[in-house]
T-cell receptor
Framework: AQSVTQLGSHVSVSEGALVLLRCNYS??????LFWYVQYPNQGLQLLLK??????LVKGINGFEAEFKKSETSFHLTKPSAHMSDAAEYFC???????????FGKGTLLTVNP | DTAVSQTPKYLVTQMGNDKSIKCEQN?????MYWYKQDSKKFLKIMFS???????INETVPNRFSPKSPDKAHLNLHINSLELGDSAVYFC???????????????FGPGTRLTVL
């Protein structure tokens, strides 16, 4: 069975500051890992995914995440926050023959001017 | 050319009524899902179909019944609606590896259900 823990239900940063959203996972097999973003009143949109290739994964809108097996982490970063980054972010893990993604509880990112 | 579409986008109804939500995907995926997102944004998987076969059926009241007429469609019917059913319901689709691992899920825009 797999699980995801997102540390911090709410992260607030200033425009131009570093964004760091934390995700730790648990999986009995090498996982696929995902970050999704949800803007208000919209569905979830894929930001990036890790599928056992390069450990540093680049996604859309300047986001990237690094897979660290020793720390069972997949933290999401962006060097400089923009007002348009304000949204809910979800980390998810797929692993094992259960046909599903397991999602974290989400982290709300607010960006202050 | 919407990848995953849902209808309706908003649904307002009285307690006790029966309603349906429809979902269609044009991505050629074999697997489709229904999720419920509550007011705290928590995503709970409800059902999944793979090639029209029900493969995930989480702890959901049997008032909820999914139906997959073909691989591109997955509908959700809800009987005897209750106040606690108010939420946003998302449909999603994905490809799945031969070993049953879900790959990227593509989500629809959601259906906001309000039960009065």
């Amino acid at each position: 069975a797999q699980s995801v823990t997102q540390l911090g239900s709410h992260v607030s940063v200033s425009e131009g500051a570093l964004v760091l959203l934390r995700c730790n996972y648990s999986s009995s097999v090498p996982p696929y890992l995902f970050w999704y973003v949800q803007y208000p009143n919209q569905g979830l949109q894929l930001l990036l995914k890790y599928t056992s290739a390069a450990t540093l994964v680049k996604g859309i809108n300047g986001f990237e995440a690094e897979f660290k097996k020793s720390e069972t982490s997949f933290h999401l970063t962006k060097p400089s926050a923009h007002m348009s980054d304000a949204a809910e972010y979800f980390c998810a893990v797929s692993g094992g023959s259960n046909y599903k993604l397991t999602f974290g509880k989400g982290t709300l990112l607010t960006v202050n001017p | 050319d919407t990848a995953v579409s849902q209808t309706p986008k908003y649904l307002v109804t009285q307690m006790g009524n029966d309603k349906s939500i429809k979902c269609e995907q044009n991505l050629g995926h074999d697997t489709m899902y229904w999720y419920k997102q509550d007011s705290k944004k928590f995503l709970k998987i409800m059902f999944s179909y793979n090639n029209k076969e029900l493969i995930i059926n989480e702890t959901v009241p049997n008032r909820f019944s999914p139906k997959s007429p073909d691989k591109a469609h997955l509908n959700l019917h809800i009987n005897s609606l209750e106040l606690g059913d108010s939420a946003v319901y998302f449909c999603a689709s994905s490809s799945v590896t031969s070993g049953g691992w879900a790959d990227t899920q593509y989500f629809g825009p959601g259906t906001r259900l309000t039960v009065l």
